[in-house]
Nanobody, 122 residues
Framework: VQLQASGGGLVQAGGSLRLSCAAS????????MGWFRQAPGKEREFVAV????????YYVDSVKGRLTISRDNAKNTVYLQMSSLKPEDTAVYYC????????????????WGQGTLVTVSS
């Protein structure tokens, strides 16, 4: 599966953005999907994941209540709605697909998009 992330940009603290990740192919619903991020000088980290059906989601504690992951299997797209953004949310955001059991681990994901930069100014 090929993934194409979009929607990043520059936003002021407290603002909102919606990231999208479009997947190619007909088997999108077979993958658990996730969003990860990597800030300059830091390792890539888990942000949120969603199960194949969309019924189960997990979030890193630092984004709970502010970021929401969702998916539309008919459109082969996963979203990350971001609100109440903080400067510490600044990072390149990556979407990823996981063929196995739903996981928050970076290395459990088999396919990755190219990343989209989110910059939150204070």
């Amino acid at each position: 599966v090929q993934l194409q992330a979009s929607g990043g940009g520059l936003v002021q603290a407290g603002g909102s953005l919606r990231l999208s990740c479009a997947a190619s192919g007909r088997t999108f619903s077979r993958y658990g999907m996730g969003w990860f991020r990597q800030a300059p000088g830091k390792e890539r980290e888990f942000v949120a994941v969603i199960s194949r059906s969309g019924s189960t989601t997990y979030y890193v504690d630092s984004v709970k209540g502010r970021l929401t992951i969702s998916r539309d299997n008919a459109k082969n797209t996963v979203y990350l709605q971001m609100s109440s953004l903080k400067p510490e949310d600044t990072a390149v955001y990556y979407c990823a697909a996981n063929q196995g059991a739903l996981s928050t681990r970076v290395n459990a994901h088999d396919y990755w998009g190219q990343g989209t930069l989110v910059t939150v100014s204070s």
